[in-house]
């Protein structure tokens, strides 16, 4: 099995995240929904292009195509973060290869980004994180749960996520609703993904 190289990029959108450099790592890899493994933002772009609308020949609601299209920005954005390589400072350097690094984007604030080499394959990857993401709480201790909500198409899904309890509830429970969109290559996988409002689903009581 060759091992995937993965590229994650994501914001941090409480300001007490920020400052706290012993959970970097967790929120990276909690908070963060884009992956790619890129050459270059022409070759997703021509193949996001012929997806913008699901495969099936079934008839796409306004509200499906307004999930797919917020679901393709928030990959277009993620990825324009990770292809503009200047004013990145690295954080954490760890033995086995992995990097994080965060910069300062205007009208964004503070994103990181984390480069690691998994032995995984692609395929196994776009399982585990887009075709069966309401199983993520069985390897993520930071993660109670996640529900898909939506499915705007095979590409799209609009999900509720809970984070877990931590210890003496410092942080405070939060819950997210967020679309998420994939793009699957034959050697790489996209997914993005980004916070939404759903009518049928509103602030739930006892979370953030």
Same mark, same amino acid.
């Given at each position: &099995? &060759?091992?995937? @190289?993965?590229?994650?990029?994501?914001?941090?959108?409480? +300001?007490?995240?920020?400052?706290?450099? /012993?959970?970097?790592?967790?929120?990276?890899?909690?908070?963060?929904?884009?992956?790619?493994? &890129?050459?270059?933002?022409?070759?997703?772009?021509?193949? &996001?292009?012929?997806?913008?609308?699901?495969?099936?020949?079934?008839?796409?609601?306004?509200?499906?195509?307004?999930?797919?299209?917020? /679901?393709?920005? $928030?990959?277009?954005?993620?990825?324009?973060?990770?292809?503009?390589?200047? /004013?990145?400072? @690295?954080?954490?350097?760890? =033995? =086995?290869?992995?990097?994080?690094?965060?910069?300062?984007?205007?009208?964004? /604030?503070?994103?990181?980004?984390?480069?690691?080499?998994?032995?995984?394959?692609?395929?196994?990857?776009?399982?585990?994180?887009?075709?069966?993401?309401?199983?993520?709480?069985?390897? =993520?201790?930071?993660?109670?749960?996640?529900?898909?909500?939506?499915? $705007?198409? +095979?590409?799209?899904?609009?999900?509720?996520?809970?984070? $877990?309890?931590?210890?003496? =509830?410092?942080?405070?429970?939060?819950?997210?609703?967020?679309?998420?969109?994939?793009?699957?290559?034959?050697?790489?996988?996209?997914?993005?993904?980004?916070?939404?409002?759903?009518?049928?689903?509103?602030?739930?009581?006892?979370?953030?």
């Amino acid at each position: &099995m &060759m091992p995937a @190289v993965v590229k994650l990029c994501c914001g941090i959108s409480y +300001p007490h995240l920020r400052s706290m450099s /012993g959970l970097q790592r967790t929120a990276v890899a909690v908070i963060g929904q884009e992956i790619t493994h &890129m050459k270059h933002w022409a070759q997703i772009k021509h193949h &996001m292009g012929k997806h913008a609308e699901p495969k099936t020949e079934v008839a796409v609601s306004e509200d499906q195509l307004f999930y797919i299209q917020h /679901g393709k920005e $928030a990959l277009r954005k993620a990825v324009s973060m990770l292809e503009d390589r200047d /004013g990145w400072k @690295v954080e954490i350097k760890e =033995n =086995n290869g992995d990097v994080i690094c965060s910069k300062v984007i205007p009208g964004t /604030g503070k994103v990181f980004r984390l480069e690691a080499v998994l032995e995984a394959s692609v395929d196994d990857l776009y399982d585990l994180l887009f075709v069966r993401v309401e199983e993520m709480h069985q390897w =993520n201790p930071s993660v109670q749960h996640i529900k898909v909500l939506k499915r $705007a198409g +095979p590409e799209t899904t609009v999900t509720h996520e809970v984070s $877990a309890e931590t210890v003496g =509830n410092f942080i405070g429970q939060r819950d997210f609703l967020s679309v998420r969109h994939s793009c699957k290559q034959k050697s790489s996988v996209y997914l993005g993904g980004a916070a939404i409002r759903l009518e049928s689903f509103p602030p739930q009581a006892g979370f953030v």
